[in-house]
T-cell receptor
């Protein structure tokens, strides 16, 4: 059974650019959530996708958007990057049917905005 | 809104010492409570969980008891090892949805 994989692991962008981060969910998981973890802080929920639809969103502006594909993999897109977007972005997958709240996290994509 | 507060680190201990990390929460209803651990260079891993009041979660020698009356979920381990050095996150999940609300994390460093 493969775990959650994310790419790229590290990337550097400049303010105003756009970025796309990718996530492959753990085998058999149909729900993907994205989190932002600023340095020295706990992860913050960005949004969640289930059956290719966004079905939950945290307190993040519309320039944070996402996609989920039929194979349950997902993308996080951030437009008009700001310096404060520098963070570790974590993807997590789960089963919704069990609803135990147990999420399986990837190792993250570290974004630096200059 | 929901929130989780945990003690700030870093916490530095000697091997075989007793570890406690305090965690309190604010949430309506009856959330599920979790401890996640982040080892250096790795992703978050679920350490233990409790889904209702008075439940005790346990794993790898760590324990935490869901205390509804004090809205707390303190993590304890009786004898830490160097390999327990990591960042520990307390989190809650409301009964609906899969959104987790995390605390700020506590870095633990265990010295031989």
């Amino acid at each position: 059974e493969t775990g959650v994989t994310q790419s790229p692991t590290h990337l550097i962008k400049t303010r105003g650019q756009q970025v796309t981060l990718r996530c492959s969910s753990q085998s058999g998981h149909n729900t993907v959530s994205w989190y932002q973890q600023a340095l020295g802080q706990g992860p913050q929920f960005i949004f969640q996708y289930y059956r290719e639809e966004e079905n939950g969103r945290g307190n993040f502006p519309p320039r944070f958007s996402g996609l989920q594909f039929p194979n349950y993999s997902s993308e996080l897109n951030v437009n008009a990057l700001e310096l404060d977007d520098s963070a570790l972005y974590l993807c997590a997958s789960s089963w919704t049917s069990g609803n135990t709240g147990e999420l399986f996290f990837g190792e993250g994509s570290r974004l630096t905005v200059l | 809104g929901d929130s989780v507060t945990q003690m700030e680190g870093p916490v530095t201990l000697s091997e075989e010492a007793f570890l406690t990390i305090n965690c309190t929460y604010t949430a309506t209803g009856y959330p599920s409570l979790f401890w996640y651990v982040q080892y250096p260079g790795e992703g978050l891993q679920l350490l233990l969980k409790a889904t209702k009041a008075d439940d005790k979660g346990s794993n790898k020698g760590f324990e935490a008891t869901y205390r509804k009356e004090t809205t707390s979920f303190h993590l304890e381990k009786g004898s830490v090892q160097v390999s327990d050095s990591a960042v520990y996150f307390c989190a809650l999940r409301r009964t609906a949805g899969n959104k987790l609300t995390f605390g700020g994390g506590t870095r633990v460093l265990v010295k031989p």
